[in-house]
């Protein structure tokens, strides 16, 4: 039953579409303005790289969605009002120690 379960699993990871194209995301010179415009899967994608840079290595591999989403919440209304400041800055405002 495992092996069934991990061979449907390869298979889908196989068949799904592929990216229509791949997309380089400086971090180091992105801007508010650029994180609020971009596409969903790039502001995911950032959310996700904040919250992992900021977690750092002493803190346990475990996502609170919860403080997740708080964050990006205060992520977005930051960037809303500061459209020229960079992610990074934005970022150490938001969730650096």
Not at 34 to 59: A, C, H, N, P, R
Request: a negative charge; aromatic letters at 8%.
């Amino acid at each position: 039953m495992k092996t069934t379960g991990a061979l449907l699993f390869a298979a889908g990871l196989l068949l799904s579409p592929a990216p229509a194209h791949a997309v380089v995301v400086d971090l180091s010179t992105m801007t508010c303005k650029q994180f609020v415009e971009g596409s969903q899967d790039e502001i995911k994608m950032v959310l996700t790289w904040m919250d992992g840079w900021y977690k750092g290595d002493s803190d346990e591999a475990i996502i609170d969605t919860d403080v997740f989403v708080e964050n990006a919440k205060k992520f977005g209304t930051f960037c809303g009002k500061n459209p020229t400041v960079s992610i990074v800055t934005a970022a150490e405002k938001i969730l650096g120690r």
